[in-house]
């Protein structure tokens, strides 16, 4: 692909640069869901915290992997965290859904 990787390609025109993360875990709602549904089931709060610290890293190495550049990644990884334990929550304050 031209231009180097979607991370570090930069837009032509008025010297600015956009950094463009295609297809997003944090927007990625199935993702998001299937890991809460697993913190919540966890045994512990230490199991739950191990799984999405595990995913998590997995996360950071396939980001790390595709060449997104180290501020990206950490504010993808962070927004990662924020969805699941959100998620995480609705499930365990209503279990049966929100209205």
Do not use: Y
Not at 45 to 58: C, D, N, P, S, T
Not at 63 to 70: A, K, T, Y
Request: proline content about 6%; glycine content about 10%.
């Amino acid at each position: 692909m031209a231009g180097g990787p979607p991370s570090r390609r930069r837009l032509r025109g008025r010297g600015m640069s956009a950094v463009i993360l295609p297809f997003p875990r944090s927007r990625d709602r199935q993702f998001i869901r299937r890991h809460a549904a697993h913190m919540a089931q966890a045994r512990t709060a230490a199991k739950a915290e191990a799984h999405l610290a595990r995913q998590l890293g997995i996360q950071a190495e396939t980001l790390q992997r595709r060449g997104v550049l180290p501020d990206v990644a950490r504010g993808e990884l962070q927004a990662i965290e924020g969805n699941i334990r959100a998620a995480c929550w609705t499930l365990l304050l209503a279990p049966g859904g929100a209205a």
